[in-house]
């Protein structure tokens, strides 16, 4: 987990408190000063303060935890950090982020290039919402992140949602698999079977966890920013189908991480 002092870092270290209490994992907190900082009595003391705070708010919840302080690019050094981490959990803007953006160049970056999964935390539109919704659509890294949206659940209790968005055209993958729809209403009730087969494989791991499914026939942006709306969490995989070669996020997660409503977790 990384810390600024951000209103956002603030809601990231409740919600990896959170989680690491109800799922009994430990935390491993990572500050970073910019060599500006580090060089600066007042910078140094700042640093000392958030850690503090941060040390009593985990000291509270009673979870397990370290910290670490590192010196550098705050991306880079929270990538560095997280070699050996089941997630990484940062607030969707820091301290240096532009007015008006929805995530921070810190996040976006981490987003891009860290070796594990990474959670964006934003304040969720619905407060009192604890299902957790993640996009499936048949891709590797969409099946990633239905096996890590399975085992978050299971962790924490929640209820889970998948969401198959599709286009009714001849490129979607219900499509694909080799049926051939002759109407709308065709096309939906495949996407629906091509969904739950989908869904049955990683279900049998996790009998508690209860689950939904939901094949809709719009854009995946468009049904996974509506589901965020009374979502705890979004999980997405870092590329679906449609990415092209060499991209590190496709489109969808690049764009629920700017427009989501609710925390955003990528996979990959």
Not at 62 to 82: C, F, M, N, W
Request: charged share 20%; with cysteine; aromatic share 4%.
């Amino acid at each position: 987990m990384g810390i600024d002092g951000s209103a956002d870092s603030a809601l990231a270290v409740a919600w990896a408190t959170d989680l690491a209490g109800r799922a009994s994992v430990p935390l491993r907190v990572v500050d970073v000063l910019g060599a500006e900082e580090a060089e600066t009595d007042w910078g140094r003391q700042m640093a000392e303060d958030r850690v503090a705070e941060v040390r009593r708010r985990l000291d509270a919840a009673g979870v397990s935890y370290e910290v670490e302080t590192r010196t550098g690019r705050p991306a880079e050094q929270l990538i560095a950090a997280a070699g050996d981490a089941s997630a990484l959990v940062v607030g969707a803007k820091g301290h240096g982020a532009v007015e008006g953006l929805l995530i921070g160049s810190v996040s976006q970056h981490v987003s891009r290039h860290a070796p594990c999964p990474v959670v964006v935390v934003r304040e969720p539109a619905d407060a009192a919402a604890t299902r957790v919704v993640v996009g499936a659509d048949g891709s590797d890294e969409s099946v990633a992140a239905l096996s890590w949206a399975f085992a978050h659940a299971e962790a924490t209790g929640a209820q889970l949602r998948v969401v198959y968005a599709f286009r009714t055209s001849a490129q979607s993958p219900a499509v694909l698999s080799g049926y051939v729809p002759t109407n709308v209403g065709d096309e939906v009730a495949i996407a629906e079977r091509f969904l739950d087969d989908l869904v049955a494989v990683t279900a049998e791991s996790y009998p508690d966890v209860v689950v939904t499914t939901d094949a809709i026939p719009v854009p995946s942006t468009q049904a996974l920013i509506e589901a965020s709306q009374s979502a705890a969490l979004v999980v997405v995989g870092s590329r679906g189908r449609g990415a092209f070669e060499g991209l590190l996020l496709g489109s969808v997660s690049q764009t629920l991480l700017q427009h989501a409503a609710c925390p955003v977790a990528v996979v990959r």
